[in-house]
């Protein structure tokens, strides 16, 4: 058959002890992120692994998480919460094309809903369009006016900020801006927002009253997603570390107090 001898004395080579030690060590590695951060796919994995000085190919990492049956694969009926045949005025999309290029340029703002055993519990959220960061939050067990206003005043007392602030929803200072009826992808980092949260922390922890929603949200968005979670829109960085990360640059450092609240600050 033409072959080399040493065709026929080949003898595959099994992976040795240290490689075995090697692979389930960052197999370790790999399910406590997934443990912390159970909507993580592979490639933020991947980033998350490599942020603490494990540099692993992503192709190794989808493998493993394969096997391991990490990939996750949640879905959830959708409950409708945005109300179109509303007699309220219209304002249009500001947003549209627009290039956001500082903090407090964009303020995206949404509601959502969180589901207990005796019925619903609502969520607002503003998100600040720059930094991916939630800026202000409130929950209710209505959906009054009082619950947007909450977020907002919120978001405003955190970031204090300067007049021309566009705040973006669904349907002063500020300029009003909506998407269209229907058009959720208009407000695409909202949802991507609600998404994370219901994936990552109500579906998992299945809340039974208001009191849990009151108490878990809170530590939810403030110690996991703005603190810890990564974000590949802003270079697989968390909200936190992004808005930290601009302070060094001597732009932002010049004009820190327009862009910034005193709190990011110091």
């Known amino acids: 058959m033409k072959l080399a001898r040493s065709s026929f004395y080949y003898k595959p080579q099994s992976e040795t002890g240290e490689q075995l030690e090697t692979e389930a060590n960052l197999m370790d590695k790999i399910e406590a992120i997934c443990l912390e951060f159970p909507g993580y796919g ?82 607002a959220a503003i998100l600040d369009a720059y930094s991916r960061k939630v800026i202000g939050y409130a929950v209710s067990r209505t959906l009054e006016t009082t619950l947007t206003l909450e977020a907002l005043r919120m978001a405003i007392a955190h970031r204090r900020p300067i007049s021309g602030v566009i705040h973006h929803s669904d349907q002063g200072d500020f300029l009003i801006s909506m998407s269209r009826s229907g058009s959720p992808y208009e407000n695409a980092m909202m949802e991507s927002f609600f998404k994370t949260l219901k994936y990552e922390e109500v579906y998992l922890y299945e809340y039974e009253t208001y009191a849990e929603v009151r108490e878990r949200i809170p530590y939810f968005i403030e110690a ?31 004009f820190g107090q327009t862009l910034l609240t005193s709190s990011v600050q110091h």
């Open 224 to 254: 996991v997603y703005n603190q810890k979670r990564l974000h590949s829109g802003i270079g697989y960085r968390s909200p936190e570390d992004y808005e930290t990360w601009l302070l060094d640059q001597p732009v932002i450092r010049e």
């Open 42 to 123: 592979y490639r933020r994995v991947t980033k998350q692994l490599a942020h603490d000085h494990l540099i692993v190919n992503h192709k190794k990492v989808l493998r493993l998480m394969r096997e391991s049956d990490l990939l996750c694969r949640i879905k959830r009926k959708k409950v409708k919460t945005t109300n179109s045949q509303h007699g309220f005025p219209r304002h249009p999309n500001l947003i549209k094309g627009k290039t956001i290029s500082r903090l407090n340029q964009v303020w995206l703002a949404d509601i959502t809903y969180i589901r207990i055993r005796t019925g619903f519990v609502y969520l």
